[in-house]
């Protein structure tokens, strides 16, 4: 099963599976944020359960790789300066260099490629920002029988089990580690802060952000009234970091 279909499928249950247990880590994770404006990436929102604990004096962009997350999320947006791409982590459809700091919660153990979620997150982060990371991770040398035996099918299902941050973490030199803390399952589950310090070249060693072109994917979804449309062609302007041919995939008013 493909990580789009299961998590379509997951969609209708993901807050009550997932919700409550992470509660308290998902909190103490945002608390990181900084307080000054700035332009995040909300690189696999799913559905929507960090919103309401996001401070509204930033500018985010939220993505996720399913409509069904997307849909499940809107409702929690609030009044939030936000936007929606439907994209996949691995292949990330925003120029080099777009944001201020990435968000990255439970997306890395998740996604077939860590590494190359990891690499294209750091390749749209200016120099200077930051990846606040919450996901489980194993450290390295650490056996783990049980996680590593139910991985194979995990991976198929919802995450994978194996996934160790420092093999991750080599596939991105750009990135150094500012903190990295346990938070929860005896230290499976870690809070990681990481800082830009170098341009992330693209496969090919190019970093240029004329390198972009063809990277992603992302759906357009029309609003659901001429009102609405109305009032979101004069509120919603590109976001001049998205390339123009591939636009939000949801213009909310």
Excluded: C
Excluded at 136 to 149: D, I, Q, S, Y
Aim: net charge positive; no cysteine; hydrophobic share 45%.
């Amino acid at each position: 099963m493909s990580l789009r279909s299961s998590y379509t499928l997951l969609a209708p249950v993901y807050d009550w599976l997932i919700g409550p247990a992470l509660a308290r880590v998902r909190a103490q994770s945002l608390a990181r944020l900084p307080s000054a404006g700035a332009h995040i990436l909300i690189n696999g929102a799913g559905t929507g359960l960090d919103l309401p604990l996001l401070p509204a004096t930033h500018r985010y962009t939220a993505l996720d790789l399913t409509r069904a997350m997307i849909n499940k999320a809107q409702p929690r947006r609030g009044r939030l300066d936000l936007q929606w791409v439907q994209g996949d982590s691995q292949r990330l459809p925003f120029r080099n260099d777009s944001f201020d700091h990435v968000l990255l919660h439970l997306i890395l153990a998740i996604v077939p490629d860590s590494r190359a979620a990891l690499r294209e997150t750091a390749r749209v982060l200016r120099i200077g920002g930051r990846v606040f990371v919450l996901d489980k991770f194993l450290r390295p040398g650490e056996m783990a029988p049980l996680r590593r035996l139910f991985n194979p099918l995990m991976r198929r299902i919802v995450t994978r089990t194996d996934v160790v941050f420092e093999d991750v973490l080599a596939g991105s030199p750009g990135l150094r580690v500012i903190d990295d803390q346990p938070v929860m399952a005896g230290g499976w589950i870690r809070m990681v802060t990481l800082e830009k310090i170098t341009a992330q070249d693209l496969p090919g060693g190019s970093s240029s952000a004329s390198s972009f072109s063809g990277r992603g994917q992302v759906s357009q979804t029309t609003p659901t009234s001429s009102a609405t449309a109305t009032a979101t062609s004069n509120k919603n302007q590109i976001n001049p970091f998205i390339a123009p041919r591939l636009l939000p995939g949801f213009a909310d008013a």
